[in-house]
């Protein structure tokens, strides 16, 4: 089987490699995503983008009209592995902007909704980031019993309810949002419908979530009788659920960033025991070449996933299968690194620029940051469940 790829997409790898050297800071390593916790790597995180944007880079699989290349499958997984690898900020516009909120947009939404949003986003334009707000309190994995309710008023809507969990929505200008717009409906699913929210809307408000490393990542949002108007509804009402699996069929699509971003840490783990003689130790090397191994087939089962998304083939148990076998490699390879680089590796990940810090503190940023992959986007209990359902037709 052939896993590589055409010289096109190489020359395009290459160019993005070209970017990352010029416009990256040197030594460059990205543990924070965009960096939403503090201002001046966020504003780095915006620069980049519209540095992406210029080149077309930032929503390189749209169509050429809404500001993309309209560039092969190929050059997407090429764009999304060395986004991952490297880190580079700016790319997601917020959490979901080029991901999903612009290609479900592209299906379901107006042309007015388009013509407005589409373009803020492919340019790197501030007011193109997007937060996403499915979670609440009392529904997480459960996402079809959300309470937040948008109750129609003539030709607009009074929205009222609560978000936690949103990421970036203190970086964000707009949320997309599922609300219930009828909960008479005979299913629950049945009574959900998308917004586009304004983050500067009256009644809206944005509450920190501070983590375990002290990070401003999470977020509240509380909605008090905030007007939406009948050009926020994507798609028809209660065609919200519809809307959102199209969406979560794209956040899928980019999966191979997470497994490209262990890559580039077992690779700087490698480079330490290299530096400090510790590949003379046999365990050493049989750890670093099983986690090689993870890594790699964790990538090639993304590629997978995503290639058939590109196909327009219903995916079911795919990235439920991808999900689970990137948590417990997260904590593995998390692990492993704590015990290579030893005490070192207990400094907290905000003190990553201090001399003592190696490797400017990846290692311990996964290893706090890691459990949270085991709830985030579905538990990975659920996503075994689904694979052991639909993958392998075990019985219930």
Not at 100 to 119: A, C, F
Not at 133 to 161: C, H
Not at 304 to 312: D, H, L, N, V, Y
Not at 350 to 359: C, D, G, I, P, Y
Request: proline share 4%; glycine share 10%.
């Amino acid at each position: 089987m052939n896993f590589s790829f055409s010289p096109q997409a190489e020359k395009f790898r290459a160019e993005l490699r070209e970017f990352v050297k010029n416009e990256l800071p040197e030594d460059y390593i990205s543990i924070y995503g965009d960096d939403e916790h503090y201002d001046e790597h966020w504003a780095l995180a915006m620069d980049t983008a519209r540095k992406l944007g210029q080149r077309g880079w930032l929503t390189i699989s749209w169509p050429k009209q809404y500001g993309g290349m309209g560039a092969s499958f190929e050059e997407l997984l090429v764009f999304n592995y060395e986004v991952g690898y490297w880190g580079i900020p700016g790319a997601g516009m917020g959490v979901g902007g080029t991901a999903w909120v612009g290609p479900t947009l592209m299906i379901y939404g107006t042309e007015e909704q388009k013509r407005k949003h589409l373009p803020l986003i492919a340019e790197g334009s501030k007011d193109g980031v997007w937060c996403t707000g499915y979670s609440e309190p009392d529904s997480g994995s459960d996402l079809a019993s959300l309470q937040t309710f948008a109750q129609r008023q003539g030709d607009k809507y009074i929205l009222n309810g609560q978000k936690i969990w949103t990421s970036a929505a203190h970086r964000s200008r707009w949320c997309w949002l599922a609300a219930r717009t009828d909960r008479d409906a005979p299913q629950k699913h049945r009574g959900i419908s998308l917004f586009l929210l304004d983050m500067k809307s009256p009644g809206v408000e944005v509450r920190p979530v501070i983590n375990i490393l002290g990070h401003h990542h999470f977020n509240e949002i509380f909605m008090n009788n905030v007007e939406l108007g009948p050009e926020s509804l994507v798609g028809a009402e209660g065609q919200g659920w519809e809307v959102i699996m199209k969406a979560l069929s794209f956040e899928r699509s980019i999966g191979v960033r997470y497994g490209a971003k262990l890559k580039r840490i077992l690779d700087e783990l490698k480079g330490f025991a290299i530096q400090n003689g510790l590949l003379d130790n046999a365990q050493v090397r049989h750890i670093l070449v099983g986690l090689d191994l993870e890594i790699k087939a964790l990538i090639l089962c993304s590629y997978e996933t995503a290639w058939k998304i590109s196909r327009g083939e219903r995916i079911i148990y795919e990235p439920s299968r991808d999900k689970a076998n990137l948590d417990g490699l997260v904590k593995r390879l998390a692990r492993f690194g704590t015990e290579l680089i030893g005490p070192y590796s207990q400094m907290l990940p905000s003190k990553r620029e201090s001399k003592w810090h190696k490797l400017k503190g990846v290692v311990e940023n996964l290893y706090w940051s890691g459990p949270a992959i085991n709830t985030a986007g579905g538990t990975t209990n659920t996503m075994r469940n689904i694979v052991a359902k639909y993958g392998l037709r075990m019985s219930a």
